[in-house]
């Protein structure tokens, strides 16, 4: 079972990352092999700062150790290391229809928000393709909104293998965990760096505690009972409190008497004790430039070992040799 995910490298990871990409794959590295990797190709199509990318990049691999990738077991690599992959895009643009993309949410939300209308962000979705099937990966584990993006691939894995011979590409499944498919931000819309309303997971104590008392909240008296359905400060703690602790914060929304300024203050313990380990490992990682390196430079050499077979077998099969 090959299990593989890409993250993009574009700026903090938020707890809406952890829970939605991060802690899954760190998760699913005890169960198959895994390929985990740096989309540094991908963030090409909505940044252009070289010095800032090299930054970020650094910044989300230490991310990855931090939160419990285990290089002995998940190999682990920037996507540009491996170059194989762009030419396996473009076997399978020559086959993608041009329908399909333009179908793809993710593309018009980006152009709508801004971002430059290229072909290379037009195309993301078959670089992605590439990503996945370079790797014969069985499993995917994204969050819901790159669940179209796997139906895509899945449409030209289809079509190539139509065109070529079944067996030319291995066909990919999404893994999508319902129950944190949507982590809420501190203004109870979907976290994201474009809301602007993002929590990260490391940082400073003090200005991270301080972000979790803007939670936007209603005005009831201290006193009273309180709503629990669509909380922002529940949804929240469920993550980070242990089942006990959360059904005691539920059944006082339930009674009144506490106010949100004492919720606040313990959703913003909950969060920090939860992080703490993975904040330790980021400081002995920090501490270690050359570890990171060596990390990413081993790994990228066992995912070019993997990507040269697949390309083997898909050149023979597309007439390439
Ligand atoms: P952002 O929306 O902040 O730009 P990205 O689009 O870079 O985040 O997402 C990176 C990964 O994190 C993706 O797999 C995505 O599904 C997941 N993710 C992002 N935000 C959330 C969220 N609020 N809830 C669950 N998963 C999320
Ligand atoms: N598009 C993904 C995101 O924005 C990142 C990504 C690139 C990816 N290639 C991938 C995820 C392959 C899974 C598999 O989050």
């Known amino acids: 079972m090959r299990i593989l995910t890409g993250l993009q490298p574009s700026g903090k990871l938020h707890v ?12 699913l590295q005890e169960v198959g092999e895994a390929f985990y990797f ?6 090409m199509t909505s940044m252009r700062d070289p010095a800032g990318l090299r930054a970020n990049v650094r910044e989300l691999a230490i991310d990855f150790l931090a939160c419990g990738l285990d290089p002995a077991r998940a190999v682990f690599f920037r996507q540009s290391a491996v170059p194989e ?3 396996l895009a473009w076997i399978l643009s020559t086959v993608c229809p041009v329908s399909l993309l333009e179908k793809c949410h993710s593309y018009k939300d980006k152009v709508a928000k801004g971002i430059a209308a290229t072909h290379g962000l037009f195309a993301y979705p078959v670089l992605m393709a590439a990503d996945i099937l370079l790797y014969d990966s069985n499993q995917v584990p994204v969050g819901r909104d790159q669940k179209q993006h796997l139906e895509v691939t899945r ?14 590409v291995v066909l990919p499944e999404p893994i999508i965990r319902e129950d944190t498919a949507v982590v809420v931000g501190l203004d109870g819309q979907k ?3 474009s809301y602007h309303n993002t929590l990260p997971i490391f940082g400073e104590e003090k200005p991270l505690k301080k972000l979790l008392m803007k939670i936007v909240t209603d005005s009831t008296p201290v006193e009273a009972p309180k709503p629990t359905a669509g909380s922002t400060i529940l949804a929240l703690y469920k993550l980070f ?6 059904a ?3 059944a006082e929304h339930e009674r009144g008497g506490v106010g949100y300024g004492e919720f606040k203050k313990r959703l913003a313990e909950a969060y920090w004790d939860f992080f703490a380990p993975m904040r330790a490992r980021r400081a002995a990682v920090t501490a270690d430039p050359g570890y990171v390196d060596e990390v990413l430079e081993l790994g990228a050499a066992r995912a070019r070992e993997e990507a040269a077979k697949v390309l083997a077998r898909v050149r023979r099969a597309v007439g390439l040799t």
């Open 241 to 246: 409190a242990s089942p006990a602790a959360y």
């Open 38 to 43: 740096i989309a540094d190709y991908h963030a």
């Open 85 to 87: 992959v762009n030419e």
């Open 191 to 193: 976290m994201s760096k």
């Open 248 to 250: 005691v914060m539920v």
């Open 155 to 168: 449409d030209i894995a289809v079509k190539l293998n139509e065109a070529f011979g079944e067996g030319t």
């Open 16 to 27: 809406g990352n952890y829970f939605g990409a991060m802690e899954p794959a760190v998760r």
